[in-house]
């Protein structure tokens, strides 16, 4: 018999909150055992800090997280709590939190949800947090759990279209989710062989980055061409209408949207959101907070969280110029 890893804390809780992404019970389901291992109680807690302020929690057993690893959404299920964002809520949730003896909160989501981490805090509770949202953008990680899965999952839909779009040699519009970050549609984008990619981070100009590129393909003989949109660029049906009337096609228009959040995770979604909640459980034992976890290359590693909320992320300039050189410009 192994001998138990000892643990500054005895008790601790889950949540998820903001979008919920494919692997988010991978990672429930590896803080549970990382912490069972370790003789840390866990608790649930659902629908996020919502669930925090009501007391809407159950102690977590291993059978509650048997299972779970191949499924997408979250079992804790996830909300966006207007309460929790006054001081008031928050003092009702870290009420919470010292009334059941929680000793520390793992809480897996997008920076909203780190940014909530911090406000708790602020109220002497531990907080570790697991970046989990298909947009990849959170600044201080290199990957967020869920972006493999949904980047996959747009790239086997685009596929599809390509098919159709090939047959009757038209023009597909297709706009992927990314309210302010291009990665997921750079990504799909140069997997799926678009004629352009049209990204947040670059304010959007018909000309250069959509009609020149399609005159170009139209001249190397290419009759049927893929425009990948990320939903913050610009409307996918605006662009549609624009390729219409300058360019005298009739493009179809496709909105993804949040097919792209659902499914089985990916192997690479599944093995991330287990390192990542692992090393949550460890830093709590260990006795430290307000860390977030970090995909840094290879490396896990853990970071101070607001700190990495304060950095800033841009696109990567590499991958942005492939796509710029496959597109034909
Ligand atoms: O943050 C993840 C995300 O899927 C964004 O890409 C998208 O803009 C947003 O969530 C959609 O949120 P909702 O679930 O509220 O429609």
Redesign the pocket.
Known sequence: MEEMEKSAVRRIGVLTS????PGMNAAIRSVARSAFRRGIEVVGIRRGYAGLISGDIFPMTSADVSRIINRGGTVLYTA?SDEFRSVEGQQKAAATCKLLGLEGIVAIG?DGTFRGACDLSKFGISVVGIPG???N?IVCTDYTIGFDT?ANTAVDCIDRLRDTMQSHERCAVVEV?????GY?ALHVGVAVGATAVLVPEYPYDFNEHVAEKIRRARLSGKTNFIIVVA??AVPAVFVGEQIRAELGLDPRVTILG?I??GGAPTVKDRVMATRMGYEAVRVLAEGKTNRVICAEGDRIIDRDIAEGLAMKKTLNPEEFKVMTVMTGT
């Open positions: 903001g979008g919920d992404a966006r997008g949202t298909i947009d953008d949904a989710m990314g309210r302010h970050a997921l939903e913050g949040h792209q959040r």
